[in-house]
């Protein structure tokens, strides 16, 4: 039988923040399939996420299908729009979530994880975030729509840079897209669009250069419309949610483990030819041109059938 074997791999997950959203999914679908499992989380989040992981409000949600708990082997702080130590402002370096922690700068993390662990096999970037998300790109600040590019996008370019020589060859790269980033959702502001294209080109040329260079692959995932924690942030999640149901080839609401196996299948050896690529894990919703619960298209589609 053909399986998904990473026993014996090592992944580093960025961007778990509680047990709702993708990276908590994908992480799952890579220790059930025997990776070790180390994240990486937002630093002023830090100390709720491991208080409950600890104190055993995820151990539902950390139950593997042999009946043991997912473990991580290290928990690090991480604020992904941040390079160097001398990048962080003072303003962000004294405030209360960050003063008494340290190391979570991108270059940091990446090389305490070099030598806490020496390799890793597998990077997932798991990491959005728009401070003006609500807002129409038309009203979105300067700041504002560097910051979502900074975020969610120059992070993965930064963290795969920081990683590539710590990733043993054959490894695998993958972040996580939005349909938003080709076609127009509206509401989905405040330069996260943008972002996600911009994280989309990224991943074809990161395929190429991190291809030559270490030989990783580098893929992207774009997933359909989640009831995330994140996800609650951009206001209208239930409607998005709605209208993949009703305009989607497959008429179900996406599950977060359905993202997990595709992207453990990404980051398996199954996968070793396939780079470069965006696949879509969204029940279809990305091959529509229209809106079948439009109004005006009733009468018609009523002929159709």
């Not at 989380?41 to 949600?61: Q, V």
């Not at 130590?85 to 004294?94: L, Y």
């Not at 597998?122 to 038309?138: D, G, M, R, T, Y």
């Amino acid at each position: 039988m053909l399986q998904i074997d990473l026993k014996g791999k090592r992944a580093f997950i960025a961007g778990i923040g509680d047990d709702q959203g993708f990276g908590w999914a994908i992480a799952k679908a890579l220790a059930e399939a025997g990776a070790e499992i180390i994240v990486g989380t937002w630093t002023p989040i830090l100390k709720i996420f491991t208080t409950s992981f600890n104190t055993g409000k995820f151990d539902a949600s950390r139950r593997l299908s042999d009946g043991s708990l997912m473990e991580f082997a290290k928990v690090y702080p991480l604020d992904a729009s941040f390079d160097q130590p001398e990048d962080v402002p003072d303003d962000i370096r004294e405030n209360k979530r960050y003063k008494d922690v340290e190391g979570y700068t991108i270059a940091e993390v990446c090389k305490a994880i070099g030598q806490d662990f020496g390799n890793i096999d597998i990077f997932i970037h798991s990491l959005a975030n728009a401070p003006e998300v609500q807002k129409p790109l038309l009203e979105t600040s300067r700041k504002g729509y560097l910051a979502a590019l900074s975020s969610s996008s120059y992070s993965f370019v930064s963290l795969l840079a920081h990683l590539g020589p710590i990733m043993n060859p054959h490894g695998s790269a993958l972040s996580l897209t939005y349909l938003a980033s080709e076609r127009v959702i509206p509401g989905y502001g405040g330069g996260m669009s943008s972002a996600k294209a911009a994280l989309e080109s990224d991943t074809q040329t990161l395929a190429w250069e991190a291809g030559r260079k270490w030989n990783i692959r580098v893929n992207a995932i774009s997933a359909g419309p989640l009831r995330s924690r994140a996800a609650k942030a951009i206001g209208f999640i239930d409607y998005m949610i709605h209208y993949s149901q009703e305009n989607a080839p497959l008429q179900e609401e996406l599950a977060a483990n359905e993202v997990g196996n595709a992207a453990a299948f990404l980051s398996s050896p199954l996968a070793s030819a396939i780079t470069g690529t965006i696949l879509y894990v969204d029940h279809g919703l990305h091959t529509m041109g229209v809106g079948v619960d439009s109004p005006t298209l009733k009468p018609k589609a009523a002929e159709a059938l």
